[in-house]
Each structure stands twice: as C-alpha cells, then as structure tokens.
T-cell receptor, first 114, second 109 residues
Framework: NAGVTQTPKFRVLKTGQSMTLLCAQD?????MYWYRQDPGMGLRLIHY???????AKGEVPDGYNVSRLKKQNFLLGLESAAPSQTSVYFC?????????????FGDGTRLSIL | GQNIDQPTEMTATEGAIVQINCTYQ??????LFWYQQHAGEAPTFLSY??LDGLEEKGRFSSFLSRSKGYSYLLLKELQMKDSASYLC??????????WGAGTKLIIKP
C-alpha cells in the first residue's frame, strides 16, 4: 500500500549546498511530476516525466534538475540551494493524462534553505 | 495567462452544507479536478468533471459549467474531519494541471 514515497521528509540546507530528493512509486505509472507548494499559491510544476528516460520542464524549472533512470524513480536535484527554494516539495504520479486519471501524491519533503 | 480563483478561507458548521467555488481561465480545457489536502499532508483526489453537470460521490458533489469557466464542490453533512484545504485544478491544452491556491475550510462544532 505504499503508493508514492518521498525521501527525506524534512531537510535543512545552507545556501549553496546541493541535495537530491527521491521519489519512488510502486503503481507502475508512466507519468511522474515534481511540484513545489508555497503559502498562498497553487502547486507549481517544476519538472515532469512521461516515461523512463524522459524529462521535461514545467512552469518553474530554474535551479532544479531531474532524472528518471528507472520507471519507478524520479529524482529532483538542487545543485546550489538558494533561500528562494525553501518550500514543500511534492512528487506525484499518474497512469496517463486521459480521462479521469488523477495524480497520486507523496507525503512531501519540507525543505528549508538558510 | 492562466488563472484559477478560489476563496482563501471559508467557515461552516458541523452537519451543515458548504459550497466551494472555483473559476478558471486557462489555455484549453481537458477536465477539472478537486483534491482535499489536510494540513501537513499530501493532496488526495476527490472528483473529476469534464462534461457540464453534477457528479455525485457520497457526501461530496462537484459541478461544472464549461461555458462559464466555473465549478463548485458541494460538501453535505459536514464532519469535523472535513476541515482541510480544497484544491481546484484544471488540465489545460498541454494536459498539465493548473492549480488554484486552495480554499481552507474550517468546520466549527
């Protein structure tokens, strides 16, 4: 019953440090997404993937990189963290984009950049 | 640009009915979703509308009018556990979800 699992759940970084957020899904979904959620704003898409080995930019991709080497995993990297990247990061997956196929979300990673 | 508008916060009484509105202006329309998000937790899927009209799921119903760019989520027989944020999202012409900022619903006994 795992669904979408994100690690870590919390992290504090100093400006300029790098880190990787891991997302794993066990539903055999083709599509995976990384969002950030900030107070007073809707979820904003950072990057997404429509299948293993593919990635694409979303609405706010600057400062982030992603990789999808295995179908079940989607990694989000911050090469040089900035205070503006303090946020809650959610990973989601879906079986497709047709009809009512909803996105399923992980529990989020709360990231603070000092 | 693309825009989803929802009220920031609403208050209702346990056992009552509440309607949360969502208006949208997007480049294309390929369906509208409602999600529930409890504080500190992940959003969870509630409902999907792609055709005009009402979709009912137990205590929750969702309505869509594509010509008016308008949807609402109706919650009946409110329970304390319904205290959460409700997110409206529209799938645009690129099949990406555009999200509203969410409506925080406070239920009072």
């Amino acid at each position: 019953n795992a669904g979408v699992t994100q690690t870590p759940k919390f992290r504090v970084l100093k400006t300029g440090q790098s880190m990787t957020l891991l997302c794993a899904q066990d539903m055999n979904h083709e599509y995976m997404y990384w969002y950030r959620q900030d107070p007073g704003m809707g979820l904003r898409l950072i990057h997404y993937s429509v299948g293993e080995g593919t990635t694409a930019k979303g609405e706010v991709p600057d400062g982030y990189n992603v990789s999808r080497l295995k179908k079940q995993n989607f990694l989000l990297g911050l090469e040089s963290a900035a205070p503006s990247q303090t946020s809650v990061y959610f990973c989601a997956s879906s079986s497709g984009t047709g009809e009512s196929q909803p996105q399923h979300f992980g529990d989020g990673t709360r990231l603070s950049i000092l | 640009g693309q825009n989803i508008d929802q009220p920031t916060e609403m208050t209702a009484t346990e056992g009552a009915i509440v309607q949360i509105n969502c208006t949208y202006q997007t480049s294309g329309f390929n369906g509208l979703f409602w999600y529930q998000q409890h504080a500190g937790e992940a959003p969870t899927f509630l409902s999907y509308n792609v055709l005009d009209g009402l979709e009912e799921k137990g205590r929750f119903s969702s309505f869509l009018s594509r010509s008016k760019g308008y949807s609402y989520l109706l919650l009946k027989e409110l329970q304390m556990k319904d205290s959460a944020s409700y997110l409206c999202a529209v799938r645009d012409s690129n099949y990406q979800l555009i999200w509203g900022a969410g409506t925080k619903l406070i239920i009072k006994p």
